[in-house]
């Protein structure tokens, strides 16, 4: 049955210092209103964990129907594939940053401001400090792609 919970997919923009990377990220959910807050659960065995561990912030670009292939691409560990924001166009977060892919429906800046480690994924909790809209569009959703997980 938890296959059967909606997720969208969204590529989770990351630093630590001058190093960037992205991450495709499916477990995310609004958490709060006032202020705005998202949560993100990341796989603690991931690169891109440590680096919002260090840094405390991440972006997460919205992605747009039609747009596996770019999920899939993010998918693959950096320390395998190199550098996956080579050939694409993408812009640094003013608030984190962060990487957002500009061919993307929209994008938020997140804080982290607290973290629950109890399992095989960290639940970050982040504040939304930036987002801006690039353009409408029905967003791509993990059940469409026929995969079972995006972490």
């Not at 969208?8 to 006032?34: H, P, R």
């Amino acid at each position: 049955m938890l296959r059967k919970i909606p997720h969208g997919l969204y590529i989770c923009g990351v630093k630590d210092g001058e190093e960037l990377n992205g991450f495709t990220a499916s477990w995310v959910m609004q958490s709060s209103f006032k202020p705005p807050m998202v949560i993100n659960c990341v796989n603690q065995s991931s690169g891109s964990h440590e680096m919002i561990k260090k840094s405390g912030v991440f972006a997460l670009s919205f992605l747009e129907d039609g747009q596996k292939d770019l999920a899939a691409k993010f998918f693959k560990p950096q320390r395998r594939v190199g550098n996956k924001l080579a050939d694409l166009d993408f812009t640094l977060g003013a608030e984190t940053g962060c990487p957002i892919i500009t061919d993307s429906l929209g994008y938020i800046e997140c804080k982290v401001v607290d973290a629950l480690n109890q399992s095989d994924h960290t639940v970050f909790l982040g504040e939304v400090v930036g987002s801006g809209v690039h353009r409408e569009g029905k967003q791509l959703l993990l059940e469409s792609t026929g995969w079972n997980y995006g972490g």
